[in-house]
């Protein structure tokens, strides 16, 4: 299972990365990398949690995956030197780090963190090939159960409810489905009281298991 950056490095480390630079706050919806830009910087991901999406040459987007907490965003065009491939969007109000892309490269050099680094984008791309195997084999309804046990594991709150803060059509755009789709599956969790839906639009996971558990059964 894919691992947030802070468990790669350490919190040792993490906390030395974060002394680089202060904190700063984003708001929601605000574009924190934007795809085609260059390296010049990397972003800590202290809390809170973004949406990675891809934009395609007549303007479709497709929502890639959800990152949380400790995580280490934009790294990749930095070390490689090569414009951005994906933007990120704060999914909620978040509190980040931005490290000048000098002072990046100078703390992994001085640490020895390139095949740290390497060994966690190797686990990234395995971990997308597993979600694009389950999106071109499994039905809507596990799709959408398996993705949103992911999103739980990037989301900031704990506790016995969770906030999953993606609309219908974002959910729809990470599984590769149409939004009525979506909303068909979400039906029957939404009668049985395992989810509900959020005023500002997202969803309250309150039983992520029964989900689960249902979606497969239907398949």
Request: aromatic share 2%.
């Amino acid at each position: 299972m894919y691992q947030p950056h802070v468990s790669v490095i350490g919190d040792d480390l993490w906390s030395q990365l974060c002394q680089l630079a202060p904190v700063r706050v984003r708001p929601a919806r605000s574009v924190l990398l934007r795809q085609g830009d260059p390296g010049t910087h990397v972003i800590l991901l202290v809390s809170g949690s973004t949406l990675i999406t891809l934009t395609g040459s007549h303007g479709e987007r497709t929502l890639l995956a959800v990152r949380g907490a400790g995580e280490l965003l934009g790294e990749l065009a930095v070390l490689d030197n090569q414009p951005r491939t994906a933007s990120v969007i704060a999914a909620e109000d978040c509190r980040v780090h931005i490290i000048p892309a000098p002072d990046f490269l100078a703390f992994v050099d001085r640490h020895d963190l390139q095949a740290a680094l390497l060994r966690h984008a190797i686990a990234r791309v395995r971990e997308a090939e597993t979600v694009r195997l389950e999106m071109a084999t499994s039905a809507v309804p596990v799709r959408l159960a398996s993705a949103l046990g992911r999103l739980l594991q990037a989301a900031s709150a704990g506790g016995a409810e969770c906030l999953v803060r993606l609309t219908q059509l974002e959910l729809s755009q990470l599984i590769g489905a149409s939004r009525n789709a979506v909303g068909t599956a979400l039906k029957p969790w939404r009668e049985q009281g395992w989810l509900a839906t959020e005023a500002a639009g997202g969803l309250i996971i309150r039983d992520i298991t029964s989900i689960q558990s249902h979606a497969h059964a239907q398949t």
